[in-house]
């Protein structure tokens, strides 16, 4: 069974600082990544996903998600983040042709104004 | 955009209870699914269903069972609720053709057992 695991469980920035958020899976082979975002009182929203080529992508709201192969990372990046982006962050991964997404526990980003 | 209604968003029930949570999706989405959420564990998968009265267990099945009669609804049943059950009930759906593009969630029920 494949798990993901988020590296921190609390970031707190302040708005202009780089915002890099780790992700690491377990999963005996092909993937699909994602990474959601929930918003205060929100429901959960797509912000990127992986699933094929280059290996960076980019999603909603200038994020930008690296897949390593050999190190089974999908790591959460954005150069300079805004108040707006307090939230909290799930990566998620499924087999390549698996329905179901297994989850992280999330992390918690907090920027301060 | 499609959108997957859950029926209440907050819900106080007693120990004991038979808890009913709807979820229903106008996207004619052949795959369902409910997550539960628990601070610090993230979303852990309860059972999903691929095809009207398909059901499968997910990780954490034990003292749910849940009923797909209908392409757009998925219910989740809580048999007795228990206060361990106490959570946020996350229901989720995404189209056959589309599984490795990710769900779209519904809002929510944050459900409290006293």
């Known amino acids: 069974a494949q798990s993901v695991s988020q590296h921190n469980h609390h970031v707190i920035l302040s708005e202009a600082a780089s915002l890099e958020l780790g992700c690491n899976y377990s999963?005996?082979?092909?993937?699909?990544l994602f990474w959601y975002v929930q918003y205060p009182g929100q429901h959960l929203q797509l912000l990127l996903k992986y699933f094929s080529g280059d290996p960076l992508v980019k999603g909603i709201k200038g994020f930008e998600a690296e897949f390593i192969k050999s190190k089974f990372s999908f790591n959460l990046r954005k150069p300079s983040v805004q108040w707006s982006d307090t939230a909290e962050y799930f990566c998620a991964v499924s087999g390549a042709n698996d329905y179901k997404l297994s989850f992280g526990a999330g992390t918690t980003v907090t920027v301060r104004a | 955009d499609v959108k997957v209604t859950q029926s209440s968003r907050y819900l106080v029930k007693r120990t004991g209870e038979k808890v009913f949570l709807e979820c229903v999706q106008d996207m004619d989405h052949e795959n369902m699914f409910w997550y539960r959420q628990d601070p610090g564990l993230g979303l852990r998968l309860i059972y999903f269903?691929?095809?009207?009265?398909?059901?499968e267990k997910g990780d954490i099945p034990e003292g749910y069972s849940v009923s797909r009669e209908k392409k757009e609804r998925f219910s989740l049943i809580l048999e007795s609720a228990s206060t361990n059950q106490t959570s946020m009930y996350l229901c989720?759906?995404?189209?056959?053709?589309?599984?490795?593009?990710?769900?779209?969630f519904g809002s929510g029920t944050r459900l409290t057992v006293v």
């Open positions: 269903s691929y095809d009207v009265k398909m059901k």
């Open positions: 989720a759906s995404s189209a056959y053709s589309d599984r490795i593009y990710g769900y779209t």
């Open positions: 999963y005996g082979g092909t993937v699909n």
